[in-house]
């Protein structure tokens, strides 16, 4: 599978019943920036689908906003749910293939009001939306995406207090990471019952976690190595592992979950960069994750450091612990420099194929994404798109890396053609 990735949120335009609409109404995000009308594909839709097929993606995945859907508790909008009908018909129609998120960051704004993931109700106040979605959509998707990097979301918004609600607590961090581990689980049941009840055939059902690669500062170090160990635990491993064990991690308390062995068909993996530990005594928090690198090493306009081996090591770990298939659900570069983008994306296929060659089921690659987007609470600083826009008019731009990933979609291969046409400028940083 060859394509890109989005939410509804950051493309779609005029999401207004939701907690990040209020979010940016109170100027939370960068230079008070608010997303608006975002990349207008809530009405470009069909345009951008085809520009994908003139870029030979066969895969694209999308996100459902759950706040057009259940604008108000228990009422769902047939409007809402007939338009993610088309869209999703008329990505299917230009033989794109749809891999649908459930929950992408974005809380419905009574829900958020509510408490969101830590309501005592959250569980089934968030299956009965799953239930009524699928039954909808089902027909017409095969690959589901249940919840979208449960550890960005929780820490972002529990602990570093840059996403709504804006809190700082540990106890609720682990909380609403907790919650969002068995909302997966409830989630895989239904959607497998309801394609059960309503004969929709196979599906292939699984959750896009965000892995980071930790190295410590210096191997000399062994708090910065502890320091290390830590993060890779908490990070890469505590939503993962009960999939892996059928046991709670020790967080959780070791209690014993064996469904959760059974609530996975691929696990979707996101990666973008490497985070270099060093021990603080005067900061134990984000200070011990400070991307303390040297002035050599490549960073990315968001200051994240490139470094694909990660991906490669990381690819072969959760396959080796998980053994299902892996489809990489976001992988990008926010940079000025397409030249940079094109060498990331080659790079980082070179450490996917090899991992392949070591026996890692790897069934595809979505870049993210296709448009540069509105990015959180960095408003629309971060420009990951292969295409470029301008917010005036909506006029999509395609850079040199949509043509030269376009190639590479279309032929599913990376040639010595292909680095000497795109990618002289790069030089030796080429899958190197």
Not at 4 to 17: K, L, R
Request: with cysteine; aromatic share 16%.
């Amino acid at each position: 599978m060859w394509g890109t990735s989005s939410s509804a949120h950051q493309v779609e335009g005029q999401n207004i019943f939701n907690d990040w609409y209020e979010w940016e109404q109170r100027g939370k995000v960068l230079n008070r920036q608010v997303s608006g009308d975002a990349c207008n594909q809530y009405n470009l839709y069909k345009q951008d689908f085809e520009m994908m097929k003139s870029m030979h993606h066969n895969t694209h995945r999308i996100s459902i906003e759950w706040s057009r859907i259940e604008q108000t508790e228990g009422h769902f909008n047939n409007y809402e749910i007939k338009h993610y009908r088309r869209v999703i018909e008329d990505m299917k129609k230009k033989g794109i293939r749809p891999i649908v998120t459930l929950f992408h960051f974005t809380l419905p704004h009574w829900f958020a009001k509510k408490g969101g993931f830590l309501h005592k109700d959250a569980r089934k106040i968030f299956n009965r939306y799953v239930e009524k979605v699928v039954t909808e959509l089902g027909d017409l998707v095969e690959y589901w995406v249940t919840v979208n990097e449960p550890y960005v979301y929780a820490t972002f918004g529990y602990w570093e207090k840059n996403w709504p609600p804006g809190k700082r607590s540990i106890r609720k961090t682990l909380k609403v990471l907790k919650e969002l581990l068995y909302v997966h689980i409830d989630s895989y049941k239904t959607i497998k019952e309801v394609y059960e009840r309503n004969n929709f055939g196979e599906s292939q059902v699984g959750f896009a976690k965000s892995f980071i690669w930790f190295d410590p500062y210096s191997q000399k170090s062994l708090m910065s190595k502890l320091v290390a160990v830590f993060y890779r635990y908490f990070y890469n491993k505590v939503y993962f592992k009960p999939f892996c064990t059928g046991r709670m991690p020790l967080v959780f308390g070791l209690k014993s979950i064996p469904e959760a062995k059974k609530s996975i068909d691929f696990m979707g993996m996101n990666y973008y960069f490497k985070c270099t530990c060093h021990f603080s005594l005067f900061g134990l928090s984000s200070s011990q994750m400070q991307q303390q690198t040297e002035p050599k090493d490549e960073r990315t306009l968001f200051n994240w450091e490139v470094y694909p081996e990660g991906m490669y090591h990381l690819l072969k770990l959760v396959y080796r612990k998980l053994k299902k298939p892996i489809i990489i659900t976001e992988n990008g570069i926010s940079t000025l420099d397409d030249g940079q983008r094109i060498s990331y994306i080659l790079r980082h296929l070179d450490a996917t194929y090899r991992a392949m060659e070591d026996g890692v089921d790897v069934r595809g690659y979505l870049y993210w994404s296709l448009i540069d987007n509105f990015e959180w609470s960095e408003g629309y600083t971060q420009p990951f798109g292969l295409v470029a826009m301008n917010h005036r008019t909506f006029q999509r731009i395609p850079k040199p890396s949509a043509a030269f990933y376009a190639d590479i979609c279309k032929s599913g291969s990376v040639t010595d053609d292909m680095v000497n046409k795109y990618a002289k400028e790069v030089g030796n940083r080429i899958l190197k």
